[in-house]
């Protein structure tokens, strides 16, 4: 196969929660392949360290601060975008998302004991806070069909382009303790589906990665110790159950990325791939 089909020179690509642990990487590797990445997060800080990086290793980059909750704040991003880079939008990254400790119960399954009086320390399925799940739903699937509008109907105006949303291993079986962030992933997998189809007239192809487990902000907490690092028994299980023995580091996502959104899977749309180490294959036993 041709190196050129994996050449992005004179593409534009936007990276949602570009800022993080993930995205970030993500989007030194599309600017290595020769995009114009513009870095969009929250956080202007962090969409401008990432930006410098890229700029500092020969790549081209902007950092943009946005709020993929919040429709004019993604406009105002789409247009600073086009400012800076005078073309279309070729490529979305649709990173922005994670979970958030409201929406988290403290046990794997519900016991008889807990239905007593509250225990401190102890949130079970009941005491789950509705505005805790509501942002977690909201920022993983909102945050992904509104940028999805704007920079989607620009690519529809412009001529097409590639979409990639980030699922997760939730979506293929939910994990415990996590309620409203598996559902909100496998939301993003049937959404990766039907918007495949709806563009396609467009030429727009819509793919998902859906990574296992990589230590990141939003499941630190869940995973290692505060203060130690040491693997914490959720963390020992998930390590038991990835036939590959390790968390994944952000550049495992690489190869997947870089095929996902070029020309070398140019009839790709409407998949969910995972990168997770063997996570999903293994039954257990």
């Known amino acids: 196969m041709s190196k050129d089909l994996f050449d992005l020179t004179g ?18 590797d599309l600017a290595s392949c020769g995009a114009k990445v513009a870095i969009l997060d929250l956080r202007k800080d962090a969409a401008t360290c990432v930006a410098d990086e890229i700029k500092a290793a020969g790549g081209e980059a902007i950092g943009v601060e946005c709020n993929v909750l919040n429709k004019e704040s993604i406009e105002a991003a789409c247009a600073e975008v086009l400012a800076a880079f005078g073309s279309g939008i070729d490529i979305l990254i649709n ?34 806070d509705p505005d805790g799940v509501s942002f977690v739903f909201n920022l993983n699937f909102l945050g992904t069909l509104l940028p999805t509008q704007v920079f989607g109907k620009e690519m529809a105006r412009t001529g097409g382009g590639v979409i990639l949303n980030v699922s997760s291993m939730n979506a293929f079986r939910p994990l415990t303790k996590i309620p409203a962030y598996s559902a909100a992933k496998a939301g ?8 495949a189809t709806h563009f ?15 230590l990141t902000d939003q499941n630190r907490f869940l995973l290692t110790e505060e203060g130690t690092g040491a693997l914490t028994e959720r963390g ?6 990835t036939p590959m023995g390790r968390f994944g580091t952000p550049e495992d996502l ?13 009839f790709v749309t409407g998949i969910v791939v995972p990168v997770d180490g063997g996570f999903s294959a293994f039954s257990g036993v």
Request: with cysteine; charged share 15%; net charge positive.
């Open 11 to 28: 593409k534009t690509a936007v990276v949602t929660g570009g800022g993080g642990v993930l995205c970030r990487t993500m989007a030194a």
């Open 95 to 128: 990173g922005a998302g994670g979970n958030s400790p409201k929406a988290t119960t403290s046990k794997e399954r519900l016991m008889p004991e807990d239905l007593g009086e509250a225990i401190e320390g102890v949130k079970t399925f009941f005491d789950l």
């Open 188 to 195: 993003i997998s049937n959404f990766t589906q039907w918007l």
């Open 254 to 266: 690489s190869g997947t990325l870089r095929w996902l959104v070029s020309d070398a899977s140019g």
């Open 200 to 214: 396609a007239t467009v030429n727009i192809r819509v793919n998902a990665i859906a990574p296992g487990f990589f």
């Open 236 to 241: 020992k299980t998930i390590i038991a159950h």
